[in-house]
């Protein structure tokens, strides 16, 4: 009896195929139809508009574009390319000899079909300190071992210490007493070699903080404030260390006060592109960083979800993506719960965010992400 059914999104689409029993040709070339993309092109020159869209239409894809385009009433509009992997390629390769910047999106277009893909690692966040907005998180010197043998034993791949709070409105702390907080965890790491049974990261933007931690046996700075402070891409490319960007508008004491932003993901594009260039100018390579779009660091909750709905775009720049919504007020604002209560709402953010090309997820509840991740996983290779 014949069935028919509709599929659902396939991860995997050659393994799906050869598993049908297509033959070896015809999976790379069917393989290519099956991706659909959306491409969002930003002030894209009117002239541009037209010869896209033509060209667009000329192979089966297609350029959604605003009333007027085609009489020119602008000079530039925003347009939504929309196509198959097998279209983009086409279109990256003819846009090339055209004019009006249409060279450029080639090159971006041809960026887009490169994204890598990296392996899930769960982050688990431990605070030295008594002022970080979860409670669950905060561990003093004397419990932070136990507490992360714990949440090793549990699954964390990395493990992210911070002795300064970086809530909203949390109060800025001396050095020297975020280096009294660290120095005795710091210690007992590098004497216990624990550094040998996960990746250690120092949530810190203070030089003598990430120094410390990574004469330690640390391997990644996370910078709340972006690689701002070239001694702290200094410190990273000595020690060959990895380093996370996290964009954030404002501080920490300012940065929820009035967030705005014209368009948020192209601004926090050109972020990442200058920030990048500056580490690279300085030693440190692409491939020891890592970018964090900032959740809840200077953003509304819409900023939040559109960033969320549209992380992908952040990959064209082969980094790796974190995120890290873990129990954050954006769930509040969705549907009021206390902290305490976040977990569930947490769990659907990043799973979301694996799905739009997030890798690592920083989480206070390593378990309960090691185990969702693991389902996903396992949903997303039986597709």
């Known amino acids: 009896m014949m069935q028919i059914y509709r599929v659902g999104d396939i991860a995997d689409k050659k393994a799906y195929l050869k598993a049908m029993g297509v033959e070896g040709g015809g999976v790379a070339i069917m393989a290519k139809k099956m991706e659909l993309f959306y491409i969002a092109l930003k002030a894209l020159k009117t002239p541009a508009a037209n010869i896209l869209k033509q060209d667009a239409l000329s192979i089966g894809a297609e350029l959604a574009v605003p009333g007027g385009v085609i009489t020119c009433e602008k000079p530039t509009y925003d347009c939504l390319l929309i196509g198959t992997r097998k279209h983009i390629e086409i279109l990256a390769h003819k846009e090339l000899a055209q004019p009006f910047g249409l060279k450029t999106v080639a090159k971006r277009l041809q960026e887009i079909l490169k994204e890598k893909r990296f392996p899930v690692r769960i982050m688990g966040v431990l605070n030295a300190n008594d002022d970080s907005f979860y409670a669950g998180s905060r561990f003093s010197a004397s419990e932070a071992i136990t507490r992360i043998e714990v949440m090793i034993e549990a699954g964390a791949d990395i493990v992210d210490i911070g002795a300064v709070s970086s809530r909203p409105g949390a109060p800025s702390v001396p050095v020297e007493e975020e280096l009294r907080r660290l120095r005795p965890i710091c210690e007992a790491i590098r004497a216990e070699k624990l550094y040998e049974k996960a990746l250690f990261s120092i949530d810190s933007y203070t030089p003598e903080a990430i120094a410390l931690a990574l004469d330690s046996g640390f391997g990644l700075v996370n910078d709340i404030t972006g690689a701002s402070d070239e001694r702290l891409i200094e410190l990273a490319v000595r020690h060959d260390a990895s380093y996370c960007i996290m964009h954030m508008q404002g501080t920490p004491q300012t940065m929820q006060k009035d967030p705005h932003y014209e368009d948020v993901i192209a601004e926090i594009d050109t972020f990442f592109d200058e920030r990048i260039a500056a580490c690279e100018a300085m030693g440190l ?99």
């Open 285 to 383: 390579k692409r491939d020891r960083l890592i970018l964090d779009v900032g959740i809840g660091f200077g953003k509304t909750l819409a900023h939040n979800l559109t960033l969320l709905q549209n992380l992908r775009h952040f990959k064209h720049f082969g980094c790796e993506l974190l995120i890290g919504a873990s129990r954050k007020s954006m769930i509040d604002k969705i549907v009021p719960s206390p902290v305490e209560a976040r977990l569930p709402g947490t769990l659907a953010i990043h799973l979301k965010a694996l799905e739009e090309g997030a890798s690592i997820i920083r989480c206070h509840d390593v378990a309960e992400h090691k185990q969702a991740v693991a389902v996903y996983e396992a949903l997303e290779k039986r597709k």
